[in-house]
């Protein structure tokens, strides 16, 4: 059975359910949070977003147009290239 684990945004305090083999992206879509759309392929920097606290792995490139590795090591990824290992909290960017 495939970990699930629960993703907060900071801003608003919604909390959502995300699988571990999910990317944390689809699940805020699948939860309805109002977040912009793009490519959902790691290459256009719309899910740019900052995370907190947790555990995650990256599945899929991003974009270095968009991430730098610095950034990436601080936290800052897009959404639609990470899955959840662990509880997380993200918070927007912008």
């Known amino acids: 059975m495939e970990e699930r684990y629960s ?6 305090g919604g909390i959502f ?4 083999g999910e990317a944390v992206f689809r699940a805020m879509i699948r939860a309805g949070d109002p977040v912009r759309c793009g490519c959902c392929g790691g290459g256009c920097g719309i ?3 900052r995370i907190l606290e947790g555990r995650w792995e990256k599945f899929k490139n ?3 147009a ?3 590795e610095e ?4 936290g800052i ?8 290992r662990s509880n997380l909290v ?3 960017i912008n």
């Not at 993703?7 to 608003?12: G, S």
């Open 7 to 12: 993703v907060t945004v900071k801003e608003t």
């Open 17 to 20: 359910p995300c699988g571990g």
């Open 47 to 49: 899910c740019k977003m």
């Open 62 to 64: 991003m974009s270095r």
């Open 66 to 68: 968009h991430v730098s």
């Open 71 to 74: 950034e990436e090591k601080k």
């Open 77 to 84: 990824v897009l959404l639609c290239c990470v899955q959840p």
């Open 90 to 92: 993200v918070a927007r």
